[in-house]
């Protein structure tokens, strides 16, 4: 049953929804420990992230149980972080994943389980909560929230300045969803100022070359394509695409080699990998299609830089295990190829990369 027995509720415990904190009138049937306003709110936290993480909430809701001695209550305190630590990275990633896919009303119940779990474990007034507000922040700008959003970014904002150890890298996300307010604020000056600060400061924690300091330049590059300064514009697309490349070049390689000298990597047989989280893979996906989709509209201008981020996308794809979609990419870099009539050599290179995907052997996805 899902509806809560109001009689079988201890009394003074006051039961709140998982989503909106509004009193709780059902309850999840299968773990029994996560409440909800009504049937909305819990498909809509079914839906986002409560199916994968159900059963791991219930020694985290419950009573601990009793140690026989200090060393024993130790460890389940230990176990029971552990648990903490895994379901804040779990459903941060979720949440990002579900935002770079543009689905931005799945993201807010996933980055509310990491906040929640960000407060137990870190307190209220802690930097580690900064991640999670700039999460709902960009889920709310997504959804065209804009007040909720700023009030989200506020809060990690102040949270930031309360702090003396924030690294370098939570300044980098703060700056670029600040930045993303004011783009959709349409205060493109402000939206600079504050995308220059992420690129410095991921520049600080990654590297210049780094594709987590590459988003800064996809979104300064949107702004200038936005104000038609293409050149600027162009200049920035060029640099994103030269770091992805490099960066998924790298390991395909690797891949590369392996398969001309039939070696087992790690004991895996030819198993592709980004080195990439699913968040990372759909981040990377929205940025390279979106580029792809500008330098389409100008290819009869630059037909080379169509085709270099044609072949990116076959990279991604064919390292991400789906041959079908590299295929895809690879035919379309190919007949932009020839019918531009470009050099031998630019048409053997693709022509390279679909003969090695059309040897793969894993599934299709």
Same mark, same amino acid.
């Given at each position: 049953?899902?509806?809560?027995?109001?009689?079988?509720?201890?009394?003074?415990?006051?039961?709140?929804?998982?989503?909106?904190?509004?009193?709780?009138?059902?309850?999840?049937?299968?773990?029994?420990?996560?409440?909800?306003?009504?049937?909305?709110?819990?498909?809509?936290?079914?839906?986002?992230?409560?199916?994968?993480?159900?059963?791991?909430?219930?020694?985290?809701?419950?009573?601990?149980?009793?140690?026989?001695?200090?060393?024993?209550?130790?460890?389940? $305190?230990?176990? !029971?972080?552990?648990?903490? %630590?895994?379901?804040? +990275?779990?459903? @941060?990633?979720? #949440?990002?994943?579900?935002? &770079?896919?543009?689905?931005?009303?799945?993201?807010?119940?996933?980055?509310?389980?990491?906040?929640?779990?960000?407060?137990?474990?870190?307190?209220?007034?802690?930097?580690?909560?900064?991640?999670?507000?700039?999460?709902?922040?960009?889920?709310?700008?997504?959804?065209?929230?804009?007040?909720?959003?700023?009030?989200?970014?506020?809060?990690?904002?102040?949270?930031?300045?309360?702090?003396?150890?924030?690294?370098?890298?939570?300044?980098?996300?703060?700056?670029?969803? $600040?930045?993303? !307010?004011?783009?959709?604020? %349409?205060?493109?000056? +402000?939206?600079? @100022?504050?995308? #220059?600060?992420?690129?410095? &400061?991921?520049?600080?924690?990654?590297?210049?070359?780094?594709?987590?300091?590459?988003?800064?330049?996809?979104?300064?590059?949107?702004?200038?394509?936005?104000?038609?300064?293409?050149?600027?514009?162009?200049?920035?697309?060029?640099?994103?695409?030269?770091?992805?490349?490099?960066?998924?070049?790298?390991?395909?390689?690797?891949?590369?080699?392996?398969?001309?000298?039939?070696?087992?990597?790690?004991?895996?047989?030819?198993?592709?990998?980004?080195?990439?989280?699913?968040?990372?893979?759909?981040?990377?996906?929205?940025?390279?299609?979106?580029?792809?989709?500008?330098?389409?509209?100008?290819?009869?201008?630059?037909?080379?830089?169509?085709?270099?981020?044609?072949?990116?996308?076959?990279?991604?794809?064919?390292?991400?295990?789906?041959?079908?979609?590299?295929?895809?990419?690879?035919?379309?870099?190919?007949?932009?190829?020839?019918?531009?009539?470009?050099?031998?050599?630019?048409?053997?290179?693709?022509?390279?990369?679909?003969?090695?995907?059309?040897?793969?052997?894993?599934?299709?996805?």
């Amino acid at each position: 049953m899902n509806v809560i027995y109001p009689l079988a509720v201890p009394k003074g415990r006051r039961l709140c929804c998982e989503v909106c904190e509004a009193p709780a009138e059902r309850v999840c049937a299968a773990c029994t420990v996560t409440y909800y306003c009504g049937v909305v709110h819990q498909k809509a936290d079914w839906d986002s992230i409560h199916e994968k993480i159900c059963q791991l909430l219930i020694p985290l809701r419950t009573s601990m149980p009793f140690y026989n001695s200090e060393e024993e209550r130790q460890h389940g $305190l230990q176990q !029971l972080q552990q648990r903490q %630590k895994y379901l804040i +990275e779990f459903c @941060y990633t979720v #949440a990002q994943k579900y935002l &770079f896919e543009g689905k931005h009303e799945d993201a807010v119940p996933a980055a509310l389980q990491s906040l929640r779990f960000r407060v137990n474990l870190y307190g209220l007034s802690s930097v580690e909560l900064v991640p999670a507000y700039l999460l709902l922040a960009e889920a709310s700008l997504g959804l065209g929230r804009i007040v909720q959003a700023e009030e989200y970014l506020f809060q990690a904002q102040w949270t930031v300045l309360k702090s003396t150890d924030c690294s370098n890298a939570t300044h980098s996300l703060l700056h670029r969803n $600040l930045g993303l !307010l004011y783009i959709a604020k %349409k205060n493109y000056e +402000e939206a600079r @100022y504050h995308l #220059a600060n992420d690129i410095y &400061f991921a520049s600080c924690a990654f590297g210049t070359e780094d594709i987590r300091t590459s988003g800064g330049y996809f979104h300064l590059a949107n702004i200038f394509y936005d104000l038609k300064k293409l050149d600027l514009a162009d200049t920035l697309y060029t640099k994103v695409s030269e770091i992805w490349h490099a960066y998924l070049n790298n390991h395909y390689q690797v891949l590369s080699q392996a398969h001309i000298q039939q070696m087992d990597l790690l004991g895996k047989l030819f198993e592709n990998d980004t080195g990439l989280d699913e968040a990372q893979e759909a981040e990377a996906i929205r940025i390279l299609t979106s580029i792809l989709n500008i330098r389409e509209s100008t290819s009869d201008k630059a037909p080379q830089k169509t085709i270099f981020v044609l072949k990116i996308l076959v990279m991604l794809y064919y390292l991400m295990m789906n041959s079908s979609k590299a295929q895809e990419y690879g035919m379309r870099a190919l007949s932009l190829a020839k019918e531009q009539q470009l050099d031998v050599h630019e048409q053997s290179t693709i022509q390279e990369l679909l003969s090695l995907i059309s040897t793969e052997d894993h599934p299709i996805t």
